[in-house]
């Protein structure tokens, strides 16, 4: 199993622009979510999907936008970026919903907005 | 309001020295609990993690953890550090069942360890 995996590893965008991080694992697990970790602020929970077709809002939402068409990927898109978007992404996925799943994490897409 | 806190940004220790690095938390309840791991340019690594039962738990690389009901606490020890420990930690809890969105880790600032050789 790869795990989850992320894509780009680095990304730098213009203000204004637009890009999508991917984000997939092979783990069969319902539960995914997108963090952003930013210095002294430990990881905040952007976006969140308990299956395929069901996405709702973590801490942080604004700026971001999500989908789950399928239970493999949970995209997260970036419609106009902004330097406050700066930032490390991690996503993450868990068995299900249960409070009592271990999460495992991406290895995190590094992201600069100009 | 609920939180966690960890009061150390950053701690330096030598090789082969013991480690505790603190976590509080402030919530209604006992929250499920946890300590990640993040290497330079990693992701989070889960470390141990405390739901019920013993309140000193043991995890990977030599790693545990006391959960102390009366103190809010769960601290992370290591009896001997070795260079190779040398990264961020950080506590999270997670609200114990909780619906709908119930997976929602909430994070500490996280502890920068630096270990000298």
């Known amino acids: 199993n790869a795990g989850v995996t992320q894509t780009p590893k680095f990304q730098v965008l213009k203000t204004g622009q637009s890009m999508t991080l991917q984000c997939a694992q092979d783990m069969n697990h319902e539960y995914m979510s997108w963090y952003r970790q930013d210095p002294g602020m430990g990881l905040r929970l952007i976006h969140y999907s308990v299956g395929a077709g069901i996405t709702d809002q973590g801490e942080v939402p604004n700026g971001y936008n999500v989908s789950r068409s399928t239970t493999e990927d949970f995209p997260l898109r970036l419609l106009s970026a902004a330097p406050s978007q700066t930032s490390v992404y991690f996503c993450?996925?868990?068995?299900?919903?249960?409070?009592?799943?271990?999460?495992?994490f991406g290895p995190g897409t590094r992201l600069t907005v100009l | 309001a609920q939180s966690v806190t960890q009061p150390d940004i950053h701690i330096t220790v030598s090789e082969g020295a013991s480690l505790e690095l603190r976590c509080n938390y402030s919530?209604?309840?006992?929250?499920?609990l946890f300590w990640y791991v993040q290497s330079p340019g990693q992701g989070l690594q889960l470390l141990l993690k405390y739901f019920s039962g013993d309140t000193l738990v043991q995890g990977i690389k030599g790693f545990e953890a006391e959960f102390k009901r009366s103190q809010s606490s769960f601290n992370l020890r290591k009896p001997s550090v070795h260079w190779s420990d040398a990264a961020e930690y950080f506590c999270a809890v997670l609200l114990r069942g909780v619906t709908g969105g119930g997976n929602k880790l909430t994070f500490g600032t996280g502890t920068q360890l630096k270990v000298e050789l």
């Open positions: 993450a996925s868990s068995r299900d919903r249960g409070s009592d799943n271990e999460q495992f």
């Open positions: 919530y209604g309840a006992t929250p499920y």
